[in-house]
């Protein structure tokens, strides 16, 4: 028979292929050559091939009923990867991989009313793998049948678009679907291959996992390594044409323990540096690791917290998460168009939603954060905008909005930050978010503040938040307008002059409006969060930077839990464990 | 650092010994392997101590280890789109509590499955064999307890005991490897690059298609080392290895039916698919049939009577009918059905004319000279494997049996197969079926126009190769006279398990292998099939517009 294993070929992801914390393995890649001059055969015959295609859509004979596209954009994403993973101290995995793939975004209509007005905004992006050597005519065709495709669901998405305009009352933000920007161009040299010595790294990935075989109590965890290095090539109709480098080398490490009451407790860390050069010594890494193990075996022994209601601080590592969940998804500019969203801020320009001594910048163009490498770093955005710093709070005032193409209300340009994972299409987003005060002071102030501020509420104690992970930030309508962040390592500072108490199970309740405005004073020291942030328009790198803030006010209660018994024979390395 | 590279000395030197299985081996000989040794030293830790306080003990554990060592390299359009080598080592666990007769069992499939280390470290195996034992034995403990419930609502008994008891075997055979070098992997890259730029570059073809919308190859190796442990006492070591080269093209006609054509090759060894220029070959034959095919009419609306499906279609259609049919699956729980399958209720009843005979015999190693990719001499669950005759005379005599047995049928026949990492389900392995008396192909074409002549027909309709179970790619319309005349758009409305029963006129006299590289390998040897009434009619399916703009140069 013929084989069934043949059909169109599918759809794939490369470009920023990402996951949250890493548990999920990247889409893995690496070693193959890119010379400049290979790259500029993609990039001519995309630039070729999409002058013929905008050319062509639309002016067939016989095409009567066929609307031309008012736009057409390729955006090719040519990603060169190394993973390496390990778990109780061996490997598990460890791959290179090179992909190249491209994402055809057709519009119908006009940037007023076109194919991905409303729900039908992903319904413009095509994405296919693309072949990896410079063969045009193998380039050109794979881009003509993603056109033809991406052309047919457009067509198809604008109908619709249309009938539903017709039937539907009229929408709060009328708004037009795609902004109206000049051509970018911007040349660049690609991203070099991927070149680190890989039997040396699995070594080290595996040693720093073998660390937690020193911690019995630890009956999971995850080494995990990625390298890469990607260039995306951007050509549009409207005459960009954009090559944009990134590269980025991460070490994520993953461990996690249950308590005798079967509460499970998770601790991580991550390494980023554009290249694995720049990645910590080895020594450092294993402190870490143990460091993680350490903190696992005293959670799982700390006392259980109770609902609280007071004064608290967070450090500035865990302020950075918060302020990135609770503020800057909240400020993306689609959030405040749509009737399903929550528009939090949409109304609130040039009113005061922080704290004087606070402002927000988003600035992506800003490659260092004093010694630290910031992965939120690019030149040009998922939409071919140059990146902009963008300054969202100046004193406590609410400015602007993270935009992409997609205009709203108060703001119809973008400002750079159109940002998506391959295959999506980009909404705004953050880059580097970064947290400045006027009001800061040493950290031991702040805790003498903090004491002060629990005694005058006449609390025994007040928290300590050293460490929170991102949750994921719900804004919609139809659910509760409460950030998602778990706190991961939480301190009791008692008034009395105790040591500070460790406490587990805390989870923090309250309107994020409210608890932005309790801010009372912030650290001097600031703090670099690396991560990757998941969202509808998928995982991009990005980076939160804050100093510690004191809060009058937070409230608590306890996480729900699991009720799973930790496992009944010790680990098989317990012999080993100190 | 040390340690591992002795280690990995030691299972060096136990792949150079010679033979073990001659030689009836033992635990012993087993314990030279480190994975093994590591499997049985923390098998035997839980099923002497895992138990939570209160509840039962496991009575059963099992086991199963799979190293994979894959290469995979695709191209479109002639150029590549990448290649990837890729090893990864996968545990399944699985921990039954209760007894024999009613277990923790549950039709899902039981066991948990999940990632290891591809280090030959112990104790990072071990680790991982922990956290998913103890998982697998809270599961268990939860799912019996449900059981025990779901049992106290049915008045119906079950009709078997959950798990059958079987001989403890120990069976090792040497570990498992891909035999591709680097410079083997770069020349597969290469040659299928090649093959999905035929349509462009093929003299013959060329001017054909400009409008070829996809032209894809493939190129996948793999190899699996199964190893199993249980707590009856049963070791086991298997290699198994497939390689498949593939092709693929499509394009629509000119009213927009969408006209596609694939071919795939696989083999055990290397050396067993097709040469490169015989693919080559029949890749150029494909592309140049899709021409034919675009000016070939469409069927007529609907046609009953005789079809003649070819060896190579019958394979495809008797698989897809038989092979689920004959899987002694468990019923559902408070009926008195024997299985779970179409035959349930078929055994010692006629299902296929007195002509045809079907056996699965997965100790068939080679066929013609070639091998067969879904032979083994062990199973998934570690039984030996057993030739099973199931239909005899055209009556129904037997099923595929695992180790959940079903009424009559209390041990497992050794067909208890599973994909990576999953569970185990009865399956066909080398599935054959035979005609008593069969005819030649000309035979049969000559009985086929025959019947039209008898019947007073303007055409028949003869089925070369299908595309999907009930696809035919291949149709050829054929007059009274012997005139054939390829036609497209065609599906078979009513090739099922009544039409094999009833409707079957004749069978050929050669069998056609289909070597099925699909999750879990299975052959199939079949005879042509000449039915005397089918339905073939117009598929209907969507024609989706032609491209919106001409394709490039």
């Known amino acids: ?578 | 650092m040390l340690l591992r590279r002795f280690a990995l000395a030691a299972l060096a030197a136990s792949l150079v010994m010679p033979a073990l299985r001659a030689a009836e081996p033992t635990r012993a000989d087993a314990e030279k392997d480190p994975i093994l040794k590591a499997m049985l030293t923390e098998l035997d830790r839980s099923m002497a101590s895992l138990q939570l306080k209160d509840f039962q003990k496991p009575f059963f554990i099992q086991y199963r280890v799979e190293d994979i060592d894959d290469f995979d390299t695709r191209a479109s359009f002639g150029a590549s789109l990448g290649a990837n080598r890729s090893k990864a080592r996968v545990v399944r666990v699985t921990v039954l509590v209760g007894d024999y007769k009613t277990d923790s069992s549950t039709p899902r499939g039981d066991g948990v499955a999940e990632l290891t280390t591809v280090d030959n470290d112990p104790i990072a195996l071990r680790s991982t064999l922990w956290a998913v034992t103890d998982q697998a034995y809270k599961t268990a403990l939860a799912a019996y307890a449900q059981k025990q419930a779901e049992l106290k609502q049915v008045q119906t008994p079950p009709q078997a005991d959950d798990l059958s008891h079987e001989k403890p075997v120990v069976s090792l055979s040497a570990p498992g490897a891909l035999t591709l070098d680097a410079r083997a992997e770069t020349d597969w890259t290469a040659r299928v690059a090649k093959w999905s730029g035929l349509f462009r570059t093929d003299a013959t073809v060329k001017a054909l298609l400009p409008d070829i919308e996809y032209s894809n190859a493939t190129f996948h190796a793999r190899s699996d080392t199964t190893r199993l442990v249980n707590s009856e006492g049963t070791i086991m070591r298997r290699a198994e290895t497939v390689y498949t080269e593939g092709f693929g093209v499509g394009t629509q006609a000119a009213d927009g039916m969408h006209l596609d054509r694939s071919g795939a090759s696989n083999g055990v060894v290397l050396s067993d698919i097709d040469s490169p220029e015989k693919f080559e070959k029949h890749a150029v034959e494909l592309i140049a049939s899709l021409g034919d095919l675009k000016k070939a009419p469409v069927i007529e609306d609907e046609y009953h009577g005789p079809v003649l499906l070819s060896s190579d279609a019958a394979a495809t259609a008797l698989n897809r009918l038989l092979g689920s049919s004959f899987m002694g699956t468990r019923p559902r729980l408070g009926t008195e059905a024997r299985t779970g399958s179409a035959f349930a209720s078929s055994y010692h009843a006629r299902v296929l004319p007195d002509f045809l005979d079907v056996v699965d015999d997965p100790a068939l190693a080679t066929w013609e000279g070639k091998r067969l990719l879904g032979s083994y001499d062990i199973d998934d669950e570690g039984v030996p494997a057993q030739q099973v005759s199931l239909v005899a005379a055209g009556k129904l005599e037997n099923y595929l049996i695992g180790r959940q047995p079903v009424r009559d049928f209390p041990q497992s026949n050794g067909h208890g197969r599973a994909s990576v990492a999953g569970p185990a389900r009865p399956m066909p392995s080398v599935l054959k079926i035979t005609a008593k008396d069969g005819l030649s192909d000309d035979a049969l074409q000559k009985k086929l126009i025959d019947l039209a002549k008898d019947r007073d027909l303007k055409n028949v309709y003869y089925v070369e190769t299908m595309g999907g179970p009930l696809t035919p790619r291949l149709v050829y319309r054929i007059s009274p006279d012997g005139k054939r005349e390829l036609v497209r758009g065609a599906t078979l409305a009513d090739l099922d398990l009544r039409a094999l029963r009833s409707s079957v006129n004749a069978a050929g006299n050669t069998l056609w292998l289909d070597n099925l590289a699909t999750d879990i390998p299975e052959s199939v040897l079949a005879p042509a099939l000449l039915f005397d009434d089918l339905t073939l009619k117009k598929a209907n399916e969507k024609n989706d517009k032609l491209p919106f703009y001409p394709a490039p140069e």
Request: proline content about 6%; glycine content about 6%.
């Open chain 1, 1 to 578: 028979m013929d084989s069934l294993y043949f059909d169109q070929p599918k759809s794939s992801t490369a470009r920023r292929a990402r996951h949250l914390r890493g548990f999920v393995p990247l889409v893995l890649l690496a070693a193959a050559a890119a010379a400049q001059a290979q790259q500029s055969v993609l990039l001519d015959t995309m630039s070729a091939e999409l002058d013929r295609a905008y050319k062509a859509l639309g002016h067939q004979p016989g095409d009567t009923r066929q609307t031309p596209p008012y736009f057409l954009s390729y955006t090719a994403a040519d990603a060169d990867a190394v993973m390496i993973r390990a778990q109780f101290g061996a490997l598990v995995g460890s791959s290179a991989n090179r992909l190249r793939s491209v994402d055809v975004q057709v519009r119908i209509g006009t940037p007023q009313l076109d194919n991905t007005h409303g729900d039908h905004r992903g319904s413009a992006v095509t994405n296919i793998q693309l072949p990896l050597t410079d063969d045009k005519q193998a380039i050109a065709r794979t881009l003509w049948q993603a056109t033809n495709r991406g052309y047919g669901e457009a067509l198809d998405n604008y109908l619709r678009v249309q009938t539903e305009a017709q039937v539907r009352a009229k929408e709060e933000d009328t708004s037009p679907d795609f902004s109206t920007e000049k051509p970018q161009v911007a040349d660049a040299r690609p991203a070099p291959p991927v070149k680190i010595d890989r039997a040396a790294w699995e070594e080290r990935i595996r040693a720093v996992s073998r660390v937690f075989r020193e911690f019995p109590d630890v009956y999971q965890n995850m080494v995990e390594m990625t390298v890469q290095n990607e260039t995306d090539y951007i050509v549009s109709s409207e005459g960009s044409r954009v090559v944009t480098p990134h590269q980025e080398a991460r070490i994520v490490i993953v461990s996690v323990t249950r308590a005798e009451d079967g509460m499970d407790m998770f601790r991580d860390q991550t390494f980023e540096a554009e290249t694995a050069d720049g990645l910590p010594p080895q020594a450092e890494l294993e402190a870490a690791a143990r460091k993680l193990g350490e903190s696992l075996e005293a959670l799982r022994k700390a006392p259980m917290t109770e609902p609280f209601n007071g004064p608290a601080i967070l450090s500035g590592r865990a302020s950075a998460v918060f302020f990135h969940e609770v503020l800057g998804h909240r400020l993306e500019g689609q959030r405040q168009r749509g009737d399903e969203e929550g528009q939090t801020f949409t109304k609130q320009i040039g009113q005061e939603i922080l704290p004087p001594f606070l402002s927000v910048t988003d600035d992506p163009t800003k490659t260092a954060f004093d010694k630290t490498w910031l992965s939120g770093n690019y030149t040009n955005d998922d939409e071919g905008q140059k990146a902009q710093r963008v300054e969202l709070i100046k004193s406590g005032v609410l400015k602007t909005f993270l935009m992409s193409r997609l205009p709203i209300a108060s703001f119809s340009a973008s400002n750079g930050h159109g940002r998506a994972q391959t295959g999506r299409m980009p909404t705004g987003r953050q880059g580097n978010l970064i947290v400045t005060s006027t009001k800061a002071e040493p950290e031991a102030d702040l805790r003498k503040q903090l004491i002060e501020e629990a005694k005058k509420q006449g609390k025994p104690y007040g928290l300590y938040f050293e460490d929170i992970s991102s949750g994921f930030a719900v804004t919609q309508r139809n659910s509760p307008q409460a950030f998602q962040v778990i706190p991961l390592v939480v301190w009791r500072v008692y008034v009395d002059g105790r040591p500070d108490e460790l406490v587990r199970g805390v989870s923090i309740v309250g309107t994020p409006l409210a608890a932005m405005k309790r801010i009372l004073a912030t650290g001097d020291k600031m703090e670099v969060f690396n991560g990757i942030c998941g969202a509808e328009s998928g995982s991009i790198p990005v980076s939160a930077v804050a100093p510690a803030m004191l809060l009058s006010e937070m409230e608590t209660q306890r996480q729900p839990q699991g009720n799973e018994r930790p496992p009944i024979l010790p680990i098989p390395s317990a012999k080993e464990a100190k």
